[in-house]
């Protein structure tokens, strides 16, 4: 039976997929009209769209979220990026960013899981870099182009494959907590 990632993103699925094959889990994507209430934490975003995506569903499932933190930017923009992607995008971004020095920055990621009945549990997972000055790469999505892992060698999330992203990324870090815990209460249940 496959573990249920209700996401309507693509490449997130196959990210997260890769990961999972490892742990020996399927998974089944189900694009879901959540709402997703507008928050200052990335857990409260949400452990609210799996409470809500697991009513919906009547089956245990989980969900991802995640955000770009810019150090000068005081944290913007945090758990709104997807929003301020899809309005200003990677340009828009290096544009606010264009006469500002120190270029750190951090993704987080949230993985929340619910079942049934249950609340839902959060996972997290982060990776600390700095944004570029210029877009970088095709792989990847989202603010991946301008993102550069401290722990990396230089290049962009987007230039990266999917398994090398998932060796620093952030969504790796909170899916691997994830699926730990998954495979322990899987076991505790038999």
Do not use: W
Not at 18 to 36: N, Q, S, T, V, Y
Request: hydrophobic fraction near 35%; charge should be positive.
């Amino acid at each position: 039976m496959a573990l249920i990632f209700v996401t309507g993103n693509r490449h997130k699925f196959e990210e997260v997929s890769e990961i999972a094959a490892k742990h020996g889990l399927k998974l089944e994507m189900r694009d879901l009209p959540c709402k997703e209430i507008q928050a200052d934490e990335l857990e409260e975003i949400a452990r609210q769209s799996a409470v809500d995506a697991c009513s919906s569903l009547g089956k245990p499932c989980f969900v991802e979220d995640a955000g770009l933190f810019v150090h000068a930017l005081r944290g913007f923009p945090g758990p709104y990026s997807s929003y301020v992607f899809r309005t200003i995008g990677n340009d828009g971004l290096l544009k606010l960013m264009a006469s500002i020095g120190d270029r750190r920055a951090e993704f987080r990621s949230a993985v929340s899981y619910c079942e049934p009945g249950s609340k839902p549990s959060v996972f997290r997972g982060r990776v600390k870099g700095s944004i570029g000055f210029e877009a970088r790469g095709s792989k990847g999505f989202g603010f991946d182009p301008i993102f550069s892992p401290d722990k990396g060698d230089g290049r962009t999330f987007a230039e990266m494959t999917i398994t090398e992203k998932n060796e620093l990324s952030h969504r790796a870090q909170a899916i691997k907590r994830f699926l730990k815990y998954y495979a322990q209460r899987k076991k505790a249940h038999r």
